[in-house]
């Protein structure tokens, strides 16, 4: 083993994280075997898809996908976890830069400016030390070589501070969600990023903010969809 190799070890552990068979070269991550078994959903290649339709008549996308099914025990239940909860940021910029090899030939995405990254609250953020959504982002950034843009914030309505700022009239009453410097979005195209479509509710929020923007227009993009 050469000090390469011993490098890229410590940054991606030599089994695979799904099945813990040995990796053999050119494997990250998974093996061959489960990466052959990834659920995709082929979303993007259907513009009236389960997610899209899940969000009809709650809000004005042009386009939304996700990467992976969602099942429990599977794979992408196993990655979502090591993203979120074990510290494997690697992890999330492996399956985003995969995500994003699969948009590029996207007819919305090829023309989109900005990826959104659906913003942690920010106790979480301290606590998990990054926000998930941002590291795929990071991953599509570097397939489909948009820029990622972090001007959604979450906010807590019980933080006085945090309503007294100057962009408190791009606040959404009924959600918690702010929009910081708007006019950089106007007449853009950009694709809001998270981890896991459930119900739809947050993103739905994020959306409401960005629907604000004069000439915005808006897809959603997420890791994983969990159908019910
Ligand atoms: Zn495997």
Redesign the pocket.
Known sequence: MNIFSGILDLIYPVV??????SLVKHELL??S???ARLPQTHFHTDPVNEMSRAMWGRVNIEFATAYLFFKKAGITQGILHQLKYKGRKEVGIHFGNRFGNLLKENPFVTHTDFLIPVPLHQKKLRSRGYNQSKIICDGMQSSLEIPVLENLQRISYTDTQTRKRRFDRWLNVSEKFILSNPEMLENKRVLLVDDVFTTGATLEACCKVLESVQGISIGIATLAIALK
């Not at 695979?16 to 068979?21: E, N």
């Open positions: 695979c994280m799904h099945c813990g068979i998974i093996c075997f489960c990466n």
